[in-house]
């Protein structure tokens, strides 16, 4: 399954950050940061609990960007 | 401005006027270092937590932490003017950035903001209410005033109107319509009042799949993107490493041979190096350039799925087409009549007796006579399967069909050298004439392929199920390279994966089609361009890139489009990198000093984005 975020990000840079933190998150099979539209997108790994992986995954954008913003 | 935007913008005020006032103060020793930390920290304070936190997050090597580390370098050896401005230039850099990029992402989503946010619904007292289009039930009416954007896809039941079609296809003559004409979403509605029976929820209408599709082509990374990305994750380590390797080594040799070893030296020398490195240009301005040139190409009706397809686009060496409905219109047209009767009498004949038929056939002969039909001059219908219909018109008995009918009323005719199908049609038992049916080539399929060649594309390519003289007729007026007719959808694919093994590596074959029976070929392909407007749901999903006006013109300019986005990501691979070896090496020999390296930080990256934003715009030829 695949589900798109808007998300708040400043530089290009963090944005590239935020994409290798959410694909490191457990649950997540891929995931996508696109800086020009704001938006992330992630590919739920099969079976995963998509609200409390998205919490992993805010968290650990948090952790790398603290100023980064997802929309659940 | 956004507030983060302008807070920057006040600190950098603040701290550049501080730091010039600071410049003509007589002051020294550990008061001067005081003063220079109050404009130091005002302006550099959030990249030092950033620093910091990137540390505790083991996310060490990053440009705050480049930064952090050359300023307070600079103010430990001595030089509070360097150290804060290197850190106020870096941030107006990061201001300008962060303002053009949100400027120019503002302008690409204007281009593509045809979402429309309401729909209109009569309800009991005769009001006109508006309610989300996402809850409006597939047959609902719904009322489009002069204006307004066409939420939903449907069909015309009451009013007439023309449509602005620009946003969907680029196209910018407006389009008349009338009740029975199927309309599409996104098309904003200009002069008449409009009922639209709605035939598709919104979710499935045009412009929720064209929005979707544009708001996720960034998230196809092309091949540069990623090149960059890992290119930023071992480059910026490398380059700190480097700096240590700077700031120790030489040193260290000198006390070793016995000379001075000025460590202060060589020590600034690092961080210059450390500020020449930072690799912010390269970041930002590739996938602007990309975002660019996707924003560009839907201005203009072409809508491209990914920043990978933008790429393979620009080494496009062979386009194969698919006849009909892609070089020609995909619809009958009554191109010929021959009689020795008037040909108006003729069309009239025929037409009333073809009244009855849906055939898409008997319908281009109706649409050829283009008056109203008086049905009620039209008497025993006949309708003979596989050999066409028989019908009392205005007490003549009319036989309007194939050679076949002909045959079977003991009537010979004539064997026209015509591409086509032929109807004849007898009246009163004896032969009277026949038309010629054909579908024709779009106006713009000429100047299509003379656009290709000049774009440098090597080979045209027509793969059509339709018949040998057909095809090779059509080729000759275009000027096609090489056609393979009578083929079955299967035999498309065998096809394209010969031209795909043939060509030269490195060069990229395109497929054109709008059929459902041409989603495998479009996904075989290296890039599959579907025509959208009349293309099929099917095509379009298989392909690549979409054209919203089934304008074959517009491939030669998504070619140039592409070309041009890629051009300038080179020129900013290149530049970018460029600069920074240059100024990395004088750094290291100490002749770029820290004011050189700031330009090469911030010059560049500035330099790199304005011509990012290029991407979007591209001439008219």
Redesign the interface.
């Known amino acids: 399954m695949t589900k ?1 975020y808007k998300i708040e990000v ?4 963090c944005a ?2 935020m ?1 290798e933190a959410a694909k490191g998150t457990k649950g997540v099979a891929n995931a ?1 940061v ?6 992330m ?1 992630v590919e739920f790994a099969e079976g995963a609990d998509v609200d409390s992986v998205m919490k992993d995954v805010v968290k650990a954008c948090k ?2 960007e ?1 100023d980064c913003e997802i929309y659940l | 401005m956004t507030k ?1 935007q302008k807070k920057v913008l006040y600190r950098i005020i603040i701290s550049a006027v501080l730091l010039i006032v600071l410049r003509f103060l007589p002051i020294s020793g550990w008061i001067s270092f005081v003063l220079y930390m109050v404009p130091y920290l005002i302006i550099g304070y959030d990249i030092l937590k ?1 620093a910091w ?1 990137g540390i505790l ?1 083991k ?1 060490v090597f ?2 705050n932490f480049l930064m952090a580390v050359a300023t307070v370098g600079a103010i430990l050896l001595g030089d509070y003017v360097e150290g804060t401005a290197v850190m106020l230039f870096y941030q107006i850099g ?1 201001l300008f ?2 303002y053009a ?1 949100g400027r120019s ?1 503002k302008n ?2 204007a281009l593509m903001d045809i979402r429309p946010d309401y729909a209109n619904i009569e309800n009991e007292n005769g009001e006109l209410e508006q309610v989300d289009p996402d809850d409006v039930v597939i047959g609902t009416v719904i009322v489009v005033k002069p204006g307004e954007k066409l939420p939903i896809d449907g069909r015309i039941v009451e009013g007439s109107s023309t449509l602005n079609t620009s946003a969907l296809t680029g196209e910018s003559l407006p389009r008349e319509v009338g009740i029975g004409d199927e309309v599409i979403s996104g098309c904003v509605n200009l002069t008449g009042l409009l009922k639209v029976e709605t035939t598709k929820e919104f979710g499935e209408s045009t412009v929720s799949k064209i929005l979707d599709l544009v ?2 082509s ?4 092309s091949r540069s993107e990623n090149f960059i ?1 890992k290119f ?1 994750r071992y480059y910026t380590p490398a380059v700190c490493y480097s700096a240590l390797v700077l700031a120790i080594l030489p040193p260290l040799v000198n006390l070793l041979m016995g000379n001075p070893v000025n460590l202060g030296e060589w020590v600034t020398r690092a961080l210059t190096f450390l500020v020449i490195s930072c ?2 240009a390269l ?2 301005s590739i ?2 350039s990309f ?1 660019g040139g996707i924003g560009g190409a839907s201005s203009r009706g072409i809508l491209i799925k990914g920043s990978n397809y933008l790429e393979t686009l620009a080494t496009t060496e062979t386009v194969v087409f698919d006849k009909t409905g892609t070089l020609t219109k995909g619809v009958f047209q009554v191109v010929k009549i021959v009689t020795e009767m008037s040909e108006e009498e003729l069309l009239s004949l025929t037409a009333h007796a073809e009244s009855y038929s849906n055939h898409p056939i008997s319908k281009s002969i109706v649409e050829a006579y283009g008056k109203d039909l008086n049905t009620s001059e039209v008497s025993d219908i006949q309708e003979i399967s596989g050999h066409g219909v028989k019908a009392l018109c205005f007490g003549k008995e009319v036989a309007a069909g194939n050679e076949k009918l002909m045959r079977t009323m003991g009537l010979s005719v004539p064997q026209p050298e015509e591409d086509g199908t032929v109807i004849y049609v007898a009246v009163d038992g004896s032969f009277a004439g026949y038309l010629v049916i054909a579908d024709t080539l779009k106006p713009e399929a000429r100047k299509a392929m003379a656009a290709l060649k000049k774009v440098g594309v090597k080979k045209l390519v027509m793969l059509t199920g339709d018949k040998k003289n057909v095809a090779e007729k059509i080729a000759s007026q275009l000027s096609i390279d090489m056609v393979k007719s009578e083929l079955l959808p299967a035999d498309k694919v065998t096809e394209v994966e010969k031209l795909l093994a043939g060509k030269r590596k490195g060069k990229a074959l395109a497929f054109v089609g709008d059929g459902i029976n041409d989603a495998p070929v479009l996904s075989r392909a290296d890039i599959g361009i579907a025509m959208g407007a009349m293309g099929s749901d099917a095509a379009i999903e298989a392909a690549d890139i979409v054209l919203m006006d089934d304008n074959p013109e517009k491939i030669g300019l998504a070619i140039r489009i592409s070309r041009k986005c890629m051009g300038i990501v080179y020129q900013n691979i290149v530049f970018a990198l460029g600069v920074k070896a240059i100024c990395l090496i004088l750094g290291a020999i100490g002749i770029a000093n820290m004011w050189l390296a700031i330009f090469a930080d911030v010059g560049v990256m500035v330099l790199a984005v304005l011509n990012a934003i290029r991407c979007l715009y591209i001439k008219n030829e």
């Open positions: 798109t400043d530089c290009a840079n590239l950050k994409e996508t696109s800086f020009m539209t704001q938006k997108k952790k790398v603290d | 983060k950033k936190k997050n996310e990053d440009e990061e950035q962060s990029v992402r690409i989503t708001e996720n960034s998230m196809k990374k990305s930023a690799p912010c970041v930002i996938p602007l975002f």
